[in-house]
Each structure stands twice: as C-alpha cells, then as structure tokens.
C-alpha cells in the first residue's frame, strides 16, 4: 500500500540551527514527492518538488530509493520557516494529482 | 483575487442534518479535490473531479457525496451517513487533468462541528 510516514509531530530547533524533517514513503513503483507548507493562517501551498532539485526558501529535499526517503532539509533555520510541512507522494504517470499526504510536523523556530 | 473560495468557514449542524460545503474557483483548472484534514491524521482525501460532470471515490468517500456540473464548482455534501462528520475540510484544484505535476492550490477550509 502507499504510504507516507512524518515521524515527527513537532520539531523545535533553535534559529540559526540546522533543521531536517523526515518523511519516508513505501510504494512499489517510482514515486513523485513533494513538500507542502503551511504558515499561521495561510493556505497549504506547495514547497517544493523532488523532480526540480529546486531550493526554495533555502530548503532542499532529495529523493533517496534506497532508503524511501524524502528528508527536508535547511541549513540554518529562520524564525518565519516555523510552520506545518506535510510530505506527500503521486504516482509516477498517474494522470491526476491524487496525493497522498503524511501527517505533518509542526517546525517551530525560537528565538 | 483569484483562486479557492471556501464557504462557509465555520459550520456548526445537529447529528443527523446533511450539510453542504461550497468550493469555487475562478483558476480556470480542469481537477478539483476534496480533503478532510484530522489531528494526527494529515490529509485524507474524499473525492475529487477531473472534469466536469465526472468525479470519482478517494479513500474516506463513505458518508460523503459531490457534484461537479460546472467546472468553477465541486460542493461536498456531508450526509446523516457520515459516522465521524466533524473536521477541516479542505478543497483543492489543480491545472491539468493529463499528466500531473503534483501542484494543487487550497482553499481556506471549512471547519465543520457537528453537535
């Protein structure tokens, strides 16, 4: 079964520390994944993709087979990345966008 | 201002009422989707649409039912059905109906109690 697992429901990281939010995956074909953020009252969004290999916001994410893992990544964290980041996973060649999210880990920055 | 509109945000119904969540969009996309957004649970998707006057079953579609007569527009109905109906539901739509690229844009939410 697909499935996208967040172990973590809270990460709480000093600003300027560096930050990596877990997600691993099981699914049988080659996955599409992504990360989705939601700041204090805004709407979920898309972060980023792994078919990019795009940073944004100073995040990476890389796709790892052997490990099915999708870990995000930030070097040094800043006070306005504390929000809800969900990973989510499509099938490869699906024709919809018909995501499996995981759970969520609230990031909290302090000060 | 373009995108999702969600209405209403917050709705209170006693047991046993049907309830209708609206979901407009003026993005000109093709799919729209329905999600139910639980404590601990993520998202968890209910319905969604490729186009108009289709729609198919996601993995929690028991209680729930839509229509989808218009592409600007995907309602949810929430039925006596539902054993669990209190939640954040949130809509969603994306560009293209062939070949995904795992961009969906959201609504605000509704958040539905039922007493």
């Known amino acids: 079964a697909q499935r996208v697992t967040q172990p973590e429901k809270l990460l709480s990281v000093f600003k300027g520390a560096p930050v990596e939010l877990k997600c691993n995956y099981s699914?049988?074909?080659?996955?599409?994944l992504f990360w989705y953020v939601q700041y204090s009252r805004q709407r979920l969004q898309l972060l980023l993709r792994?078919?990019s290999r795009e940073s944004i916001k100073g995040f990476t994410a890389d796709l790892n087979k052997g490990e099915t893992s999708f870990h995000l990544k930030k070097p040094f964290a800043q006070e306005e990345d504390s929000a809800m980041y969900y990973c989510?996973?499509?099938?490869?060649?699906?024709?919809?966008?018909?995501?499996?999210f995981g759970t969520g880990t609230l990031l909290a920055v302090q000060p | 201002d373009g995108g999702i509109t969600q209405s209403p945000k917050y709705l209170f119904r006693k047991e046993g009422q049907n309830v209708t969540l609206s979901c407009e969009q003026n993005?000109?996309?093709?799919?729209m989707y329905w999600y139910r957004q639980d404590p601990g649970q993520g998202l968890r998707l209910i319905y969604y649409?490729?186009?108009?006057?289709?729609?198919q079953k996601g993995d929690i579609a028991e209680g729930y039912s839509v229509s989808r007569e218009k592409k600007e527009s995907f309602p949810l109905t929430v039925t006596s059905a539902q054993k669990n109906p209190t939640a954040f539901y949130l809509c969603?739509?994306?560009?293209?109906?062939?070949?995904?690229?795992?961009?969906?844009?959201f609504g605000e939410g509704s958040r539905l109690t039922v007493l």
């Open positions: 969603a739509s994306s560009a293209s109906r062939t070949g995904a690229t795992g961009e969906l844009f």
């Open positions: 699914y049988s074909g080659s996955p599409e």
């Open positions: 792994h078919i």
């Open positions: 989510a996973l499509n099938k490869s060649g699906g024709a919809t966008n018909k995501l499996i």
């Open positions: 993005l000109n996309h093709d799919a």
């Open positions: 649409s490729q186009i108009v006057n289709d729609f």
